[in-house]
């Protein structure tokens, strides 16, 4: 059973400040990773993909991978009340056919 | 406008009463797939078509049936459903290249379903 882990949260961080969100996969052939926010009661929209070792930064989001330690994150910098969602992590498996997701990291920015 | 769209977005049923939530894309996506979202579990995949005519199993696909037969369509079909198979489902599609299936996955707007 392939497993995606993240902390459920609340992670609470004040506006303007830079909020980390981690992921760890049990997939060592894993090839694909995702970041997606969903807003409560609404659907999952794509942020962030990364499919090489390092980081890649888009506008506020900077994702980071690291394949060697199975972990994947995203940081939000200058993080606006606007960004309080639930932030799903989602990786592919090695024959790129199944996708994972972990159960979310709940993200609250305090005005 | 490039959208996802899932119908009923509500729907209240019985025990046993077959039901069939539809799913429909319009950006010729090869790649469609129903998930089921439960608090405290995430999404689950339940099941996914590479294209017309080709399905397979996702992680929690008992219960459940799919079927393919034009690339726009991908319904999702309960024959008898039970209580635990209430659940917020969503359905998503995905422009599918040689190195993987997945690249932006567009979900729709979701399907609460309650079986009573």
């Known amino acids: 059973q392939k497993e995606v882990e993240q902390n459920s949260g609340p992670l609470s961080v004040p506006e303007g400040a830079i909020a980390s969100l981690n992921c760890t996969y049990s997939d060592r052939g894993s090839q694909s990773f995702f970041w997606y926010r969903q807003y409560s009661g609404k659907s999952p929209e794509l942020i962030m993909s990364i499919y090489s070792n390092g980081d890649k930064e888009d506008g506020r989001f900077t994702a980071q991978l690291n394949k060697a330690s199975q972990y994947v994150s995203l940081l939000i910098r200058d993080s606006q009340p606007s960004d309080s969602a639930t932030y799903l992590c989602?990786?592919?498996?090695?024959?790129?056919?199944?996708?994972?997701f972990g159960g979310g990291t709940r993200l609250m920015v305090k005005p | 406008e490039a959208q996802v769209t899932q119908n009923p977005r509500y729907l209240i049923t019985v025990t046993g009463k077959k039901l069939t939530v539809t799913c429909s894309q319009n950006?010729?996506?090869?790649?469609m797939s129903w998930y089921r979202q439960d608090p405290g579990l995430g999404l689950r995949q339940i099941y996914y078509s590479m294209n017309v005519e080709v399905t397979d199993k996702g992680d929690v696909p008992e219960g459940y049936k799919v079927s393919r037969k034009e690339k726009r369509n991908f319904p999702l079909i309960l024959e008898s459903p039970s209580p635990n198979q209430t659940s917020l489902y969503f359905c998503?599609?995905?422009?599918?290249?040689?190195?993987?299936?997945?690249?932006?996955?567009?979900f729709g707007p979701g399907t609460r379903l309650t079986v009573l």
């Open positions: 989602a990786v592919v498996d090695n024959a790129g056919n199944m996708l994972t």
């Open positions: 998503a599609s995905s422009h599918a290249t040689s190195q993987s299936s997945y690249n932006e996955q567009f």
């Open positions: 950006m010729n996506h090869e790649y």
